[in-house]
T-cell receptor
Framework: SAVISQKPSRDICQRGTSLTIQCQVD?????MFWYRQQPGQSLTLIAT?????????ESGFVIDKFPISRPNLTFSTLTVSNMSPEDSSIYLC???????????FGDGTRLSIL | RKEVEQDPGPFNVPEGATVAFNCTYS??????FFWYRQDCRKEPKLLMS???SGNEDGRFTAQLNRASQYISLLIRDSKLSDSATYLC????????????FGRGTSLIVHP
C-alpha cells in the first residue's frame, strides 16, 4: 500500500490562528480524503480532495473554515482557519485507488488549540 | 437511524477467548465493507476487507450478511495485543466512493 506522510504530527496553536496540514503520498492515488476525529468519537469526513478542482465538502464543513488544496495526485493540504478550542482534534488524511478499494491513512495531526 | 452502527462496548474478555462484533448498515446499495483497527491516539489501520463469501485471516474471520445488512468480525484465541477499537467501514453509494465509518467497538483483552 501507499506510504503516506502527514505533517505536522502535532501542534499547539493559539485561538484565531490558522494551521496548514500537509499530506504527501509516495505514489499517485485517485482519491484523497480529510477526516477529523474528536476525542472518543469516530472519524468524520470533512471533504474529498479533488485534483485540480475545488474539494467536495460534507455537511457541516465549509471551504472558508477548511480550505483544501490538491495540486497533483500525490499531495494535498488542509488548512484549519481561525481556530478555536472546538477545533482541537486529530486530523487524518487518507488515500485510496479506484473502485471499492480500502483507504489507507496517514499518521494523523494532533491539534490542540489554547 | 445512523448509516453504520456498532456496539461501542467495551468488550472485556480474557486471553484466549473468542469474541465477535457486529456492524449493521442501513443502505442496501452498499458495495464494499472493511474492518479497521485503531489503537489509542493512532490512525486506523486496515485489518481486513469483507467479502461476500466470508474470509479468514489467521485468528480473524469476517462475514457479510447482505439480507440482514450486517457484517461481523470474529476473533479467536484473543491476545493482549488485540486490545484496540475496531471500526466498521461501509462504502455507501452506487458508483461513487463514499466511505462511512462506524463509531467503533472497544475491545479489552485481559490476562
Amino acid at each position: 500500500s501507499a506510504v503516506i506522510s502527514q505533517k505536522p504530527s502535532r501542534d499547539i496553536c493559539q485561538r484565531g490562528t490558522s494551521l496548514t496540514i500537509q499530506c504527501q503520498v509516495d505514489s499517485q492515488v485517485t482519491m484523497m480524503f480529510w477526516y477529523r476525529q474528536q476525542p472518543g468519537q469516530s472519524l468524520t469526513l470533512i471533504a474529498t480532495a479533488n485534483q485540480g478542482s475545488e474539494a467536495t465538502y460534507e455537511s457541516g464543513f465549509v471551504i472558508d473554515k477548511f480550505p483544501i488544496s490538491r495540486p497533483n495526485l500525490t499531495f494535498s493540504t488542509l488548512t484549519v482557519s481561525n481556530m478555536s478550542p472546538e477545533d482541537s482534534s486529530i486530523y487524518l488524511c487518507s488515500v485510496t485507488g479506484t473502485g471499492n478499494q480500502p483507504q489507507h491513512f496517514g499518521d494523523g495531526t494532533r491539534l490542540s488549540i489554547l | 437511524r445512523k448509516e453504520v452502527e456498532q456496539d461501542p462496548g467495551p468488550f472485556n474478555v480474557p486471553e484466549g477467548a473468542t469474541v465477535a462484533f457486529n456492524c449493521t448498515y442501513s443502505n442496501s446499495a452498499s458495495q464494499s465493507f472493511f474492518w479497521y483497527r485503531q489503537d489509542c491516539r493512532k490512525e486506523p489501520k486496515l485489518l481486513m476487507s469483507v467479502y461476500s463469501s466470508g474470509n479468514e485471516d489467521g485468528r480473524f474471520t469476517a462475514q457479510l450478511n447482505r439480507a440482514s445488512q450486517y457484517i461481523s468480525l470474529l476473533i479467536r484465541d484473543s491476545k493482549l495485543s488485540d486490545s484496540a477499537t475496531y471500526l466498521c467501514v461501509v462504502n455507501i453509494g452506487g458508483g461513487s466512493y463514499i466511505p462511512t465509518f462506524g463509531r467503533g467497538t472497544s475491545l479489552i483483552v485481559h490476562p
